[in-house]
């Protein structure tokens, strides 16, 4: 997956207040942060309740920023999940993390473009 990141979409979010932006966008990172620590722990216990609505909830908040494809691979996640099919499930929840590194770096570089 290409890293689709779309800001403006935060940005039109905030209307397009730098303070707001900053904040909402720190609040995205801090909310995928804990919906991947749940994941992880529901990866573990394989816990399909839980992926599903941690897919759910990650969609929602990647949609919010811009992040589409990211926002798609939560609803294939949720999908799988609701169904029951595990190994997709869990193959997808274990993809997550390393396809939000490089949003978190660009969200970063966005908020401080001289970093």
């Known amino acids: 997956m290409t890293l689709t990141l779309d800001l403006s979409v935060l940005e ?3 209307s397009h207040d730098a303070a707001k932006v900053r ?3 720190l609040l995205f990172i801090q909310s995928l942060e804990d919906v991947l620590a749940q994941i992880d722990g529901a990866v573990a216990s394989q816990d399909l309740a839980l992926l599903g ?4 909830r990650a969609k929602s908040t990647a949609l919010n920023i811009g992040a589409s494809a990211f926002a798609h691979e939560c609803l294939l996640l949720e999908q799988a999940a609701r169904s029951q099919d595990s190994a997709t499930s869990l193959a997808i929840a274990k993809s997550l993390r390393p396809l939000f590194v490089p949003i978190h770096a660009a969200i970063l570089r966005h908020l401080d473009p001289a970093a």
């Open 12 to 14: 039109e979010l905030a």
């Open 53 to 56: 609505d941690m897919g759910h």
């Open 23 to 25: 904040r909402y966008a």
